[in-house]
T-cell receptor
Framework: QQQVKQSPQSLIVQKGGIPIINCAYE??????FPWYQQFPGKGPALLIA?????SEKKEGRFTISFNKSAKQFSLHIMDSQPGDSATYFC????????????FGAGTQVVVTP | NAGVTQTPKFQVLKTGQSMTLQCAQD?????MYWYRQDPGMGLRLIYY???????DKGEVPNGYNVSRLNKREFSLRLESAAPSQTSVYFC????????????????FGPGTRLTVT
């Protein structure tokens, strides 16, 4: 049973649109929430991460929103570009758990020109 | 730096055959991991090695064994391959980003695509 539920499975947006990917978790011990980006044929790479002591974090065009009470967090891609087309994974871990992550199922994002 | 390297890139096995997937990292990381990636399932941890000389089971260890050969290398062995082990396998490594944060950024290899017929 997946401890981190991710939705949607896939989405298509036009260039300039804002794809939003949502994740929910149950384990309140989770205290680190990264997002990974994966291009076809490549391994995942860290995109952005957040701790539960902040409600939002921005890095470039990528924003994480975090709602601790709802146990949900989401990734927004502002002004999306065709080069953002990839699969995105949310994840969660507990500090001092030797870096073991629980990953969501992944969302395939396609940004059309 | 090559980062995390994996061999082979592709492999086809028949049911019952054995093979070892190799992984090496040149970032002097302490911890290493093996994941499998299946459609709709995300990445699931098979085994991990918190430090040289230690290994522990992850979420889906059945049918696999691992060896932490030295600090650089962590191999995954399938003793008797089954069609259910058809997957893409990723190796990753990490160090904590800092003692204060104890936050881990995992660096992934390019993956091994394994098909068991």
């Amino acid at each position: 049973q997946q401890q981190v539920k991710q939705s949607p499975q896939s989405l298509i947006v036009q260039k300039g649109g804002i794809p939003i990917i949502n994740c929910a978790y149950e384990n309140t011990a989770f205290d680190y929430f990264p997002w990974y980006q994966q291009f076809p044929g490549k391994g995942p790479a860290l995109l952005i991460a957040i701790r539960p002591d902040v409600s939002e974090k921005k890095e470039g065009r990528f924003t994480i929103s975090f709602n601790k009470s709802a146990k949900q967090f989401s990734l927004h891609i502002m002004d999306s570009q065709p080069g953002d087309s990839a699969t995105y994974f949310c994840a969660a871990s507990v500090t001092d758990s030797w870096g073991k992550f629980q990953f969501g199922a992944g969302t395939q994002v396609v940004v059309t020109p | 730096n090559a980062g995390v390297t994996q061999t082979p890139k592709f492999q086809v096995l028949k049911t019952g055959q054995s093979m070892t997937l190799q992984c090496a990292q040149d970032m002097n990381h302490n911890s290493m991991y093996w994941y499998r990636q299946d459609p709709g399932m995300g990445l699931r941890l098979i085994y991990y090695s918190a430090s040289e000389g230690t290994t522990d089971k992850g979420e889906v260890p059945n049918g696999y064994n691992v060896s932490r050969l030295n600090k650089r290398e962590f191999s995954l062995r399938l003793e008797s391959a089954a069609p259910s082990q058809t997957s893409v396998y990723f190796c990753a490594s990490t160090n904590p980003l800092g003692l204060a944060t104890r936050v881990y950024e995992q660096y992934f290899g390019p993956g091994t695509r394994l098909t068991v017929t």
